[in-house]
C-alpha cells in the first residue's frame, strides 16, 4: 500500500445510502475491513433509519439527521483513537441503514378455498384476494429477528411469511365472524380492519406493522355462483304463476310462426304443458313451496282437477302435399262431407311415420258411421 493509499484510507468518511430500488428493506454500509473512521459523518435522510453493529453487538440506532462520529460516547472504535496499534483497530462496526417507508402494492390471496358456515347457505368456500402494505416500526427488532448479516435484505425475503400470516388470520377471523356471505361486500371494510388489527399484533414481534390492508374481492366457487345466479333469476321473475302462463304463450306464438316445422303440433303440447304448470303453480306457494297443511278442526280442501288431457292434431297427406294441423273434431267434420276416407294417411307428433287413417285407433272411430266398402271393391 502506497502512502496515497494510506492517508486517504484515514480521511473522514462520509456514511450515506440513496435507494433507488422499489423493493430494498435493508442495506448494509460496505467499508474494507468495517473500519470506520473518527469523525465520520453519518447522513440518515427522512424514511431511514441507521444500526450501528459493534462488535457483533446492536450498540445504537440513529433517526433522520446528521451525525459527527466523534465523541467519546459512540460506539464506535476508529484507527485514529488507537495510535498504539499503528492505525490497526481491533475493534470493528458496521452500518446497517433500514428503510422505514411503507412498501406498497403488496399481494395477498388464498390458495385454497376457505371452509366455512354460512347462516343462509350452510357449509360453503369462499376465495377471497387484496393487497396489503408493510412498514418497518422497530429497524433493531428487525435487524436482529428477521435480517440477521444479510447485506441486502429486500422485501420479497419476507413477503411469503407475511402472506402466510395473513391468510391464516383471515380464514380463522373469516369463519368466526358469522358474516353471511351475500353480506360479506359491504362488510370488507370492517373485516379488513380486524384482520389487520389480528396480524399486526403477529408481526409486531418482527419489528413490523401492516398500515393498510385491503380485501378486494371475496368469491363463491363456480358452481355455487351458478345457482345463485339461478335464484337471482328467479326472484327477477316475480310471480312465477304468470311467467310460466306467458313462457307458455310465447312457446305457442313461436310454433305458429313455423306450420311447416309441426307448428300445430307444438301449439297443441305448449297449450296443454302451459295450462297444466299453470295450474299447478297456482296451488303451490310463491317459489313452488307447498301450501301449509290446514289445522285438524278446519274441513279438508278440495283436491285441484285433473290437467287436461292432451289434444292430439293431425296433419293429412293429399297429392303429394301436407294440410294441417287439423284437430280430431275438424277431421270429424271432413269425414262426414267424404274430404277424407280411411285411406287418407294422417300423422300427429310421437307416430311413427305416415299411417292410414283407418289404422289409427283414434280416427278409426270416425268412419264407424259410414259402412265399409262392398266387397271386391
Avoid: C
Wanted: hydrophobic share 40%; net charge negative.
Amino acid at each position: 500500500m502506497g502512502i496515497f493509499d494510506f492517508l486517504s484510507g484515514e480521511f473522514i468518511d462520509v456514511i450515506h445510502w440513496v435507494d433507488d430500488t422499489r423493493d430494498t428493506m435493508v442495506w448494509r454500509f460496505e467499508r474494507e475491513g468495517h473500519e470506520i473512521k473518527y469523525g465520520a459523518k453519518l447522513t440518515v435522510r427522512e424514511g431511514q433509519a441507521a444500526v450501528f453493529v459493534h462488535e457483533g453487538q446492536l450498540a445504537d440506532v440513529f433517526t433522520p439527521g446528521l451525525y459527527m462520529l466523534e465523541t467519546n460516547n459512540m460506539p464506535i472504535m476508529t484507527t485514529l483513537q488507537h495510535w498504539d496499534h499503528g492505525f490497526k483497530s481491533p475493534f470493528k462496526s458496521e452500518i446497517y441503514f433500514v428503510s422505514t417507508t411503507r412498501f406498497n402494492d403488496l399481494k395477498w390471496g388464498t390458495k385454497n378455498p376457505i371452509m366455512l358456515r354460512d347462516p343462509e347457505f350452510g357449509p360453503t368456500r369462499i376465495r377471497a384476494f387484496g393487497t396489503y402494505t408493510v412498514r418497518v416500526t422497530d429497524p433493531a427488532k428487525f435487524l436482529t429477528e428477521i435480517v440477521g448479516t444479510d447485506g441486502e435484505f429486500t422485501m420479497d425475503e419476507i413477503s411469503f411469511q407475511i402472506r402466510n400470516i395473513i391468510v391464516q388470520e383471515f380464514s380463522r377471523v373469516i369463519a368466526g365472524s358469522g358474516i353471511p356471505v351475500l353480506d360479506m361486500a359491504a362488510n370488507t371494510a370492517d373485516l379488513g380492519k380486524m384482520i389487520a388489527a389480528e396480524i399486526s399484533g403477529i408481526v409486531a414481534g418482527y419489528g413490523l406493522s401492516i398500515p393498510e390492508f385491503y380485501i378486494e374481492n371475496i368469491s363463491l366457487p363456480p358452481a355455487v355462483e351458478q345457482a345463485l345466479d339461478k335464484r337471482t333469476s328467479m326472484g327477477l321473475a316475480g310471480d312465477l304463476g304468470k311467467f310460466t302462463q306467458y313462457s307458455a304463450a310465447e312457446a305457442m306464438t313461436q310454433a305458429a310462426q313455423n306450420p311447416a316445422g309441426g307448428g300445430g303440433m307444438g301449439a297443441g303440447l305448449g297449450m296443454g304443458m302451459g295450462m297444466a304448470m299453470a295450474n299447478q303453480m297456482a296451488n303451490q306457494g310463491p317459489w313452488g313451496a307447498q301450501p301449509q297443511q290446514a289445522p285438524a278442526s278446519a274441513p279438508a280442501a278440495a283436491a285441484p282437477p285433473p290437467p287436461p288431457p292432451v289434444e292430439h292434431v293431425w296433419h293429412i297427406a293429399e297429392a303429394g302435399q301436407t294440410k294441417g294441423p287439423f284437430s280430431k273434431a275438424a277431421l270429424g267434420r271432413m269425414a262426414a262431407a267424404g274430404e277424407i276416407t280411411r285411406e287418407t294417411f294422417v300423422w300427429t307428433a310421437g307416430q311413427d311415420g305416415w299411417m292410414k287413417a283407418e289404422d289409427v285407433q283414434e280416427l278409426a272411430q270416425l268412419f264407424t258411421i259410414l259402412p265399409p266398402p262392398p266387397p271386391g271393391a
